[in-house]
């Protein structure tokens, strides 16, 4: 009996457990693009051309494998609309009853398989560290789930970095040595990759098909197959992970990456392996090419944050990114749109996401993210965008790095206090307040920094909710011995500000 199995577009891995459970000499790969899944969010043009044109290539490795491949693209005479379409369409051609499945990503895609009305079989995703089962243990009776501790434990459970039962250096985490301000010069640049054929072509689709999404499509550099993902590793540890540690905090104008690696689009889309990064980083410690800080570092953020966020999406459920603990009900500007306004370091960040589909997580933190938590944009539209403007976003990812992490909307589950910041944080770790129209080092008044102004509002209007929080309550002693027209002149120049973005003036 023929059986179906379904790979979707960020399950592109020749190890996915779908694959392994099939048949190759009887069982067919279903792949499909889909307007449903290319438009339930405003994705980056890039974003789309990224995963149809992986997607293509890794059909063509599945054929020359020995796999029986029934793709379906964008611009084929009778596409799609989705993929449970794209799925009883197959089963219609070739008779056949049941699919294989791996777990999907996305809550939405999930529920559809659960209600399909043919015999669906979903397996879990097993490129993860942490299973399932592993992270709902480790949750469990947790009110709070902090990332810290669960780290540790995929430390102990992988043998990174390990010594026996002791972390390697003699602690678990470097971090403290992670947080130096922006080089005068950064001596690298990722690794480009220019469009083959198919890539082309795929730029050609998305331009006719999807010219008002969001972002610049060209020029498109990224690796779309899975030996372009390991040469981009490769060139990542060989020339940028040394530097890593040191200035993965910090920002430039004239340099987005740093010494980023720029990986995550090839390990969500399964391209690369989690487990097989952080191993190649571990080797070049172990080599003595890399110092600590580094390689603690970078492997944090791919067994630690990534399997986590995983775990953080799992455990909360389909409603998570719909949490809305500080009741913030702002609608976000049209600049983060366009890049249109006056802050350098958003214009910075969002020109960014526009150019290249991405930035680095303290831009996605600490500027985007603290600005529309200060400003009290509502979460599910900061969510929205968020999943539009990466080339590495997805459900699972962005659920808890903004519902949580940034926005602090699920009441503290994730973060044990809103990252939330005046400007100085930014004037330290970037170049971007030289060359603003605002200044930085002005509190009030002409030229004072937004940021700066809807700090201390922020904390003024929610200090019933932070008032008591151990690591705020300096942050409040210091608001209290303000002299008290300062504050009102703080909190009403605050909302000044906040009532011209609303109307839309340049801001």
Not at 191 to 205: G, I, K, Q, R
Request: hydrophobic content about 45%.
């Amino acid at each position: 009996m023929t059986r179906l199995v379904l790979v979707l577009g960020d399950q592109l891995s020749d190890s996915l457990a779908g694959l392994k459970a099939a048949d190759r000499a009887s069982d067919i790969v279903v792949m499909a693009e889909v307007m449903e899944e290319a438009t339930y969010v405003r994705h980056h043009a890039q974003k789309i051309a990224f995963t149809f044109s992986a997607m293509r290539h890794f059909a063509e490795e599945l054929r020359a494998a020995g796999w029986r491949v029934d793709y379906t693209r964008l611009d084929a005479p009778e596409p799609q609309a989705s993929i449970p379409a794209a799925l009883l369409a197959a089963a219609d051609r070739h008779g056949a009853a049941e699919v294989i499945a791996t777990r999907p990503g996305e809550w939405r895609l999930i529920e559809a398989l659960e209600t399909f009305p043919l015999c669906v079989t979903t397996l879990e995703d097993d490129r993860f560290i942490a299973s399932e089962a592993d992270f709902a243990r480790w949750a469990e009776g947790r009110k709070e789930l902090r990332m810290e501790y669960f780290y540790r434990e995929m430390r102990r459970k992988t043998g990174l970095l390990m010594e026996g039962d002791k972390p390697v250096g003699g602690k678990w985490n470097f971090d403290h040595d992670n947080r130096k301000p922006a080089p005068a010069a950064v001596r690298h640049a990722p690794l480009d990759f220019a469009p083959d054929a198919m890539t082309e072509e795929v730029l050609s689709l998305v331009e006719s098909r999807f010219p008002d999404t969001f972002g610049a499509l060209r020029p498109f550099r990224y690796a779309v197959d899975r030996t372009g993902a390991r040469n981009a590793l490769d060139h990542f540890i060989q020339h940028a992970l040394p530097g890593f540690g040191d200035f993965q905090d910090a920002m430039l104008r004239e340099n987005r990456t740093l010494y980023h690696s720029i990986l995550s689009p090839y390990i969500n889309a399964g391209l690369l392996l989690p487990l097989e990064v952080a191993q190649a980083a571990e080797a070049a410690y172990h080599r003595g090419d890399v110092p600590i800080n580094a390689v603690e570092g970078f492997i944090r953020q791919i067994i630690g944050w990534r399997d986590y966020m995983r775990g953080v999406w799992l455990t909360q459920g389909p409603d998570y990114a719909e949490k809305n603990g500080l009741n913030h009900t702002r609608a976000l500007p049209e600049f983060f749109w366009t890049g249109e306004t006056d802050m350098a370091c958003l214009a910075s960040t969002i020109g960014q996401a526009i150019d290249t589909a991405y930035a680095h997580h303290i831009q996605r933190l600490m500027v985007a993210g603290n600005f529309t938590l200060l400003a009290g944009i509502d979460p599910r539209e900061v969510y929205d965008w968020f999943m539009a403007a990466f080339v590495d976003a997805y459900g699972w990812v962005m659920a808890g790095n903004v519902t949580g992490m940034s926005q602090f909307a699920d009441g503290g589950t994730v973060a044990s206090k809103p990252y939330a910041s005046s400007a100085n944080y930014i004037d330290k770790m970037s170049d971007y307040c030289g060359a603003c129209a605002y200044s930085a080092k002005t509190k009030t008044g002409e030229g004072a920094c937004p940021f700066n102004l809807l700090y201390w509002a922020f904390l003024s209007r929610h200090r019933h909710a932070f008032e008591r929080n151990p690591r705020m309550a300096q942050m409040y002693r210091t608001w209290d011995r303000m002299n008290p027209d300062r504050r009102e002149i703080i909190l009403v120049e605050a909302e000044g500000f906040l009532e011209r973005m609303d109307a839309g003036a340049r801001v």
